[in-house]
């Protein structure tokens, strides 16, 4: 089966502690995964992609195929970094699966 | 336009009421999608168009729902008999031809209420 798993709902930390958001996949094939990020009242917009490799605000993301996972990492967190996270995976016909979002609260 | 563009943004119908949610893609993507997000989920793939013709629709959850892509641009998702349990955001993607570095780019979202 195709499924995201996110485990947290909520993870809260204070300004400048690191931060990581969990996230666990299920997939038979060669996996495509995407952490798109919504802030309060704006719309869901992608983050990052795990092909690209890259890092966006500060964020990393690693996909471990041995462990299935793809969880979202920052070494020290801001307050404009509050926003709610989803895990998402490509599956075939491009069609994304999200998973549930952990809403990401950093406190002053 | 500057995104996707999605209207009504809020819609509240009444239970048994048909209603209709349109989503208008960035001028030049082929590939356009519909989600659901309920309350606490993440959203839940409904459909995806390539062009005029809808490429999956494994994800509409029975007859009621349906969705046209008459031209290959604007799309709209149609809710026949409406139920409590479709209240929810319903969200709509567009992205150029699908490929290993295609972005989707999400509308805002039309918060469909049934009472």
């Known amino acids: 089966a195709q499924r995201v798993t996110q485990p947290e709902k909520l993870l809260s930390v204070f300004k400048g502690a690191p931060v990581e958001l969990k996230c666990n996949y299920s997939y038979s094939g060669s996996p495509e995964l995407f952490w798109y990020v919504q802030y309060s009242r704006q719309r869901l917009q992608l983050l990052l992609r795990h092909i690209s490799r890259e890092s966006i605000k500060g964020f990393t993301a690693d996909l471990n195929k041995g462990e299935t996972s793809f969880h979202l990492k920052k070494p020290f967190a801001q307050e404009e970094d509050s926003a709610m996270y989803y895990c998402?995976?490509?599956?075939?016909?491009?069609?994304?699966?999200f998973g549930t979002g952990t809403l990401l609260a950093v406190q002053p | 336009g500057a995104g996707v563009s999605q209207t009504p943004s809020n819609k509240v119908t009444e239970k048994g009421k048909y209603v209709e949610l349109r989503c208008d893609p960035i001028s030049g993507h082929t590939a356009l999608y519909w989600y659901r997000q309920s309350l606490g989920q993440g959203p839940e793939f409904l459909i995806y168009f390539q062009g005029t013709g809808a490429a999956d629709d494994s994800g509409l959850p029975n007859d009621r729902f349906f969705a046209v892509r008459p031209e290959g641009s604007v799309s709209t998702l149609k809710i026949q008999r409406t139920e409590r349990g479709d209240s929810a955001v319903y969200l709509c993607?567009?992205?150029?031809?699908?490929?290993?570095?295609?972005?989707?780019?999400f509308g805002q979202g039309t918060r469909l209420t049934v009472v």
């Open positions: 998402a995976l490509k599956a075939a016909t491009n069609k994304l699966i």
């Open positions: 993607a567009s992205s150029l031809a699908p490929g290993q570095h295609t972005e989707a780019f």
